[in-house]
Nanobody, 124 residues
């Protein structure tokens, strides 16, 4: 069983930056691929970024965040990060981290574990 807890959300002006963190419990964090998803009010959940298990050598991004967001992981701290730069009002959403064994995917339905979410609000 893996528990995920996000933090780092908040209110920021357009063009600003935030770094989200997702702390995991359990002894096998390095065996999990991790992803970030977001959901704005009235919209469906959408994929943001994912990182491969173990060394995190492979990363994946939604086109809407490519070049602005960076996903990374620190297995010693059992934490995955989402650095968000040049934020835009359309990035406003609740952000969720998710984990699944081994293979990263952009499909949210394939993740086994989810955090409770952290709100990001970008003002114009």
């Amino acid at each position: 069983q893996v528990q995920l807890v996000e933090s780092g959300g908040g209110l920021v002006q357009a063009g600003g930056s935030l770094r989200l963190s997702c702390a995991a419990s359990g002894r096998t964090f390095s065996s999990y691929a991790m992803g970030w998803f977001r959901q704005a009010p009235g919209k469906e959940r959408e994929f943001v970024a994912a990182i491969s298990w173990r060394d995190g050598s492979k990363t994946y991004y939604a086109d809407s965040v490519k070049g602005r967001f960076t996903i990374s992981r620190d297995n010693a701290k059992k934490t995955v990060y989402l650095q968000m730069n040049n934020l835009k009002p359309e990035d406003t959403a609740a952000y969720y981290c998710a984990g699944r064994p081994y293979t990263a995917t952009t499909e949210g339905n394939l993740y086994d574990y989810w955090g409770q979410g952290t709100q990001v609000t970008v003002s114009s």
